[in-house]
């Protein structure tokens, strides 16, 4: 089977002062002018009161963003929830460039005054698909070892670390990476071998 539903985290820097109340007006804005490229911008759910995950909701067609508490503060978080047609490489770069351009508006949003920063070196890929970790022979090792050597090879990385965890099957398969010589992340995930179609 094709692996489609692919989950993408972006950390926040440390210090980051934001009031998650904050977003609301600017997904209000991204929707008026639907600001996400490729993308049918519907609604924002607010469930701030809840102490569960996730806190502000943003939902297009197309996928979800989320804002979320990660077990290292609070990130930005890409749902696809559409089919994206072509090779595993084509629809990993996609969902990539997605969050990096949501990335890139709320750093730039000048009603927040500079207060959102995104850590430029670490992300997670969470694997939303378990018939396809159970039906992969050594789907962890198979993503890891993939995606380690498209920064290797492609990228010319010279340190980086991948943390790849599943620990129970009925458990999403996730992926965490820590880059400590970046050049260019987006060229990176583009290279990434196609194994997973």
Sequence with gaps: MELQRLIIQRPLEFGSILHLKELIPVFHR???????????????????????????????????????????????????????????????????????????????????????????NRFRIIVNELLWTETTENAPKVLEETIREAFRKEAGMSGFTVTCSMPDTKERLLLEFEVTSIQDLDSTISSVEQICA
Excluded at 32 to 49: E, M, S, T
Excluded at 70 to 91: D, H, K, N, V, W
Aim: proline share 3%.
């Design 30 to 120: 991204w929707i008026q002018q639907q600001l996400i490229k490729d993308h049918l911008l519907i609604d924002v759910g607010d469930y701030l009161h809840l102490k569960r995950d996730p806190k502000l909701l943003l939902v297009a067609h197309e996928g979800t963003f989320s804002v979320i508490y990660s077990p290292e503060g609070l990130a930005l978080q890409y749902q696809r929830r559409r089919p994206i047609s072509g090779m595993f490489t084509q629809r990993l770069e996609k969902i990539w460039n997605t969050l990096q351009l949501a990335s890139r508006l709320l750093e730039q949003e000048t009603a927040l005054e500079g207060k959102i920063h995104f850590e430029a």
